[in-house]
């Protein structure tokens, strides 16, 4: 049982727009800095977003980031075949003094 | 070029010790936290240990704490991870990540990772 909750699985059809959600508590997303990962199969984790919204060097702004509360957002717009993979979000736990994770979300484009 | 390498897994009995190795290259080393994070074969990440950029500072996720330890040697741009007692359900693939900052319990941003060392721990 992961501490960041996110849906299984999401899908869409290529250019359409999804968007993957990560539910958390007061001492983890409503307090700490929010980060998405992308994992193709097979590869490690890519950073996606960092500090709830920003981009590393290299990302496209296709994907974005928010945070309202203990609940945080990625959304992906104009999907692409190449965007399938797995996503993850991650944020510092004070409570826990752990780093945390949500179990992943399966993203499919149709 | 920018990167990180592990090495040092493998198959262990149960019970055993064994030590990670990750060496950085490309960027500066002791400017950074860095941390381990694990992840069973199709499953999810479970973040493992991190350490400050100086090891002032370190800690641990509960399923590891007392059995596993992190250090770094800045003067060779590397972390380890000392894994005692280990147990079948540590069996994982074991990735070493770069932080963004200095200290290693802010966040979990890790813009850099390694391409992970699979440890298998069966009789």
């Known amino acids: 049982q992961s501490v960041l909750t996110q849906p299984p699985s999401v899908s869409a059809a290529p250019g359409q727009k999804v968007t993957i959600s990560c539910s958390g508590s007061?001492?983890?997303?409503?307090?700490?800095?929010v980060s998405w990962y992308q994992q193709v199969p097979g590869t490690a984790p890519k950073l996606l977003i960092y500090?709830?919204?920003k981009r590393p060097s290299g990302i496209p702004d296709r994907f974005s980031g928010s945070k309202s509360g203990t609940s945080a957002t990625l959304d992906i717009t104009g999907l692409q075949t190449g965007d399938e993979a797995n996503y993850y979000c991650?944020?510092?736990?004070?409570?826990?003094?752990?780093?945390?994770f949500g179990g992943g979300t399966k993203l499919t484009v149709l | 070029e920018v990167q990180l390498v592990e090495s040092g897994g493998g198959v262990v009995q149960p019970g055993r010790s064994m030590r990670l190795s990750c060496v950085a290259s490309?960027?500066?080393?002791?400017?950074?936290?860095m941390h381990w994070v694990r992840q069973v074969p199709g499953k999810g990440l479970e973040w493992v240990s991190g350490i400050s950029w100086d090891s002032g500072t370190i800690g641990y996720a509960d399923p590891v704490k007392g059995r596993f330890t992190i250090s770094r040697d800045n003067a060779k741009n590397s972390l380890y991870l000392q894994m005692n007692s280990l147990r079948a359900e540590d069996t994982a693939l074991y990735y070493c990540?770069?932080?963004?900052?200095?200290?290693?319990?802010?966040?979990?941003?890790?813009?850099?990772w390694g391409q992970g060392t699979l440890v298998t721990v069966s009789s």
């Open positions: 007061s001492s983890n997303i409503d307090r700490n800095y």
């Open positions: 500090d709830n919204y």
């Open positions: 990540a770069k932080d963004t900052v200095h200290y290693y319990d802010s966040n979990v941003a890790f813009d850099l």
């Open positions: 490309g960027f500066t080393f002791d400017d950074y936290a």
């Open positions: 991650g944020a510092w736990d004070s409570s826990l003094i752990t780093g945390v």
